[in-house]
């Protein structure tokens, strides 16, 4: 059997023993994963321990992965451009690791998981997540604080936030939107939470959610996913922060992505830091200042038809 399916095989076995069929993760703890590989956050809050927990701790090690690998091979693809002084092109966006910006490359990638259960619900297979991800080898993956959520936010720490996905799977969804509401990303910060479709109380949530969005308009966006074929434990609500949503434009009409000025710069930036002697990181930190300047200097010279990015 393939090393990695043997681990996909493990991986599976374990998270098995924690998944209680009444509470109906089934379907939802892949798809968190999946959304992990999506956003890549850095810093994640789970509230409520259980069947999820090991796939969050497991796409957030995957993902750091990843992007080890895609930083090294941007900078590879792009070592025969700094060599030459050639301009970025089409062929450097569609070669492997393809379509990257290499600005969200410039900082390493570490990310967190801090979950929050005081082990108070008997049917819930908390208790034993701690064991499991020990199993896993993700134990070091996750922060575990033992406490309900009215006591546990204080004791995040300040270099913590903001949270950057929220995982909600407790009855503390109506609190949690009114008194953590800031500590997740203006920036495009994600909440998902459980079941709040299908009965009375979860339906008088949605509705207090919707009016909060038609008195904040362009605060955030929300989103319910309904499994209608189950009777409860049957959806999944997604609200995402927009307040201090930056806005991102890669590309000109017809797609032509804008290869000059920051995206040059910063792809330069990781070349040479894979061309220096010193460890990569240290490198980065050392060249950020002056891919910035360079930057600003490609935006103060006249225009030759290669538009800046924004």
């Known amino acids: 059997m393939p090393r990695e399916a043997a681990s996909d095989e493990r991986f599976r076995a374990v998270v098995e023993r924690l998944r209680m069929p009444g509470m109906g993760t089934e379907v939802v703890a892949p798809l968190l994963a999946s ?34 690998a895609e930083t090294e091979g941007l900078a590879r693809k792009t070592l025969p451009y700094l060599a030459d002084g050639r301009e970025l092109d089409e062929e450097w966006v569609e070669a492997e690791p393809a379509l990257l910006t290499p600005s969200e490359y410039l900082e390493p990638f570490r990310p967190r998981l801090v979950a929050i259960d005081d082990f108070s619900d008997s049917g819930s ?17 996750v922060t575990v604080v033992n406490a309900d959520l009215r006591n546990a936010v204080e004791r995040l720490p300040e270099e913590w936030r903001p949270i950057d996905f929220a995982w909600v799977d407790a009855w503390d969804c ?23 479709m299908t009965y009375p109380e979860g339906e008088a949530i949605l509705r207090y959610i919707a009016e909060s969005q038609r008195l904040r308009p362009g605060e955030f966006e929300v989103l319910s996913l309904l499994e209608s074929h189950k009777l409860r434990q049957n959806s ?15 590309s000109d009409t017809g797609q032509r992505p804008r290869l000059g000025g920051r995206v040059r710069a910063d792809a330069l930036t990781l070349a040479r830091s894979l061309a220096a002697p010193v460890a990569p990181s240290e490198e980065l930190r050392k060249a950020r200042d002056v891919s910035r300047a360079a930057a600003v200097r490609t935006s103060a010279a006249p225009d030759t038809g290669r538009r800046e990015q924004a």
């Open 236 to 250: 999944m609500t997604v609200l995402r922060r927009t307040s201090g949503a930056t806005p991102r434009e890669y």
């Open 35 to 68: 959304l992990i590989h999506l956003v890549r956050p850095r810093r994640v809050l789970e509230i409520g321990m259980g069947h999820t927990t090991p796939y969050l701790a497991r796409a957030l090690a995957e993902v750091e992965e990843l992007v080890a």
């Open 125 to 141: 297979s908390a208790p034993q997540v701690t064991r499991a991800l020990d199993e896993l080898g993700l134990a070091d993956r």
């Open 174 to 196: 109506l609190y949690f939107f009114e008194n953590c509401w800031e500590l997740i990303d203006p920036d495009g910060g994600i909440v998902v939470m459980h079941y709040l």
